[in-house]
Structure formats: structure tokens, C-alpha cells
């Protein structure tokens, strides 16, 4: 199943989301593909937060970005297991990239 999602070079473009600061914290769906990224926060509400720690996503988990586009479902792995996530929730999750 995961092979239907093909990403090719350059074939995403970023949202261009509102949330981006100075500091490096962003939405995931500014991020780019093939990056090791660190979570920083979720701006959602309380089932979200739980639904996205459920999955393993919490801050300070590490996951690596592998498939991005704006509007488009987001590819990534994180513990191991690859998940696809919505546009929606994408904008929620907030990411810095590893040092």
C-alpha cells in the first residue's frame, strides 16, 4: 500500500503557513521532505492531542519527514512505523529541525 505514494524531487510545494517563526518552530507542513525533525508542540485541541499521542507523536518525539505537499496527505516515520497524516492536522503539528 505505501507504494502507490510516489514523491518525486521538487514536487511539493510549502504551505504557506501562518504559524512560522524566527526560532525554527513551524508547522510539519512547511517542512521538507527527507528531514529529521523534532516535535515541538500540537495547537490542537484536547482529542487531537491525544489521537496524535496515541500514534506517537508528542513533544520531543523524532520523526523524519517523508513525503510533504501542500494540501496533500504528509508521509512520515516515527518509531519505526510510517504514517499518513491530513493537511489539516499537518498545520497543527509544530516541528523544529534537529541539530
Known sequence: MLGMWKCKKGDARP?????????????LCEARAGRRLKVAGISGGRGLCARMAAMGIYPGAEMELVCAGCGAPCLVRIH??????GAGVCRKILVSPMT
Open 80 to 85: 519505526g512505523g510510517t504514517l499518513s497524516l
Open 15 to 27: 504551505c504557506k503557513c501562518r504559524n512560522a517563526s524566527e526560532n525554527g518552530v513551524r508547522p
